[in-house]
């Protein structure tokens, strides 16, 4: 079957993404893989995973079961991953991906968003701390990521290219930023009816970016 147009929004670079997305972020792997074999077969098709989740393998695996057994094809299945806040670096930006698309057993991605505006230090360990446990940050130019996101459409490993966590002036300074190639064709936020982003969506609405939100139903932060 194919994606039915009055269930997508149609993106600034002509794709459609579903309108409703499954996240897969869970406490235990075997229930990110389970759950995401659950969604597929009760109609989602619009799968959201990343990197740091440490989940597209499972994801990856469900997806491949569902279209081996006829579920789905995989032009069917919409597939969001995110670059980890350590891949900033443009030489590091298709180091990441490759990675996610090898987990996920796919050939390529249907959206890659830069999960985060705030880098942190390059590396293996993703969330990187100083002796006294403070996340250590990196200054990598948003602009220069970007075009190295821009080169990983180009070279055909992801189809859609957007943004996640940013604010409209972190979004001014890609849209602004001298030879963009192409505008990020959505930024993913928290979006609720205690946060309702509805500056931020007028600004996106403006410059033809989707505002995506995550965490619709609230969300619990827990106490330290």
């Known amino acids: 079957m194919e994606l039915d147009r009055d269930s997508c929004v149609l993106l600034n670079d002509s794709y459609k993404m579903p309108v409703i997305g499954f ?10 893989k389970e759950g995401t ?23 990856g695996r469900a997806i ?26 443009p030489e590091r930006v298709r180091l990441a991906l490759e990675k996610s698309l090898k987990d996920l057993q796919l050939d390529y991605m249907d959206l890659f968003l830069i999960h985060s505006p705030l880098g942190f230090k390059p590396g293996d360990n993703l969330f990187p701390v100083d002796e006294n446990g ?11 990521t970007w075009k190295a996101m821009e080169k990983c459409k180009d070279a055909g490993l992801v189809r859609s290219i957007g943004v996640s966590n940013f604010n409209r002036r972190q979004l001014e300074l890609i849209l602004n930023m001298p030879g963009l190639k192409y505008k990020p064709v959505c930024n993913q936020v928290e979006c609720h009816i205690y946060l309702n ?11 033809d970016i989707v505002l995506v939100g995550y965490s619709v139903l609230g969300s619990s932060r827990g106490e330290e």
């Open 64 to 89: 491949q079961e569902k279209i081996t057994d006829g579920t789905v094809k995989r032009e069917e299945i919409f597939y969001t991953g995110k670059l980890p806040s350590t891949f900033h670096p």
């Open 197 to 207: 982003q509805s500056k931020l969506l007028e600004f996106c609405k403006s410059k």
């Open 23 to 32: 996240g897969t972020y869970a406490p235990e792997k075997n229930l990110a």
């Open 134 to 144: 403070k996340l250590i940050y990196a200054n990598t130019d948003l602009r220069d």
């Open 37 to 59: 074999k659950v969604a597929i077969e009760v109609g989602y098709r619009h799968i959201d995973c990343a990197y740091i989740y440490d989940r597209e393998v499972e994801v």
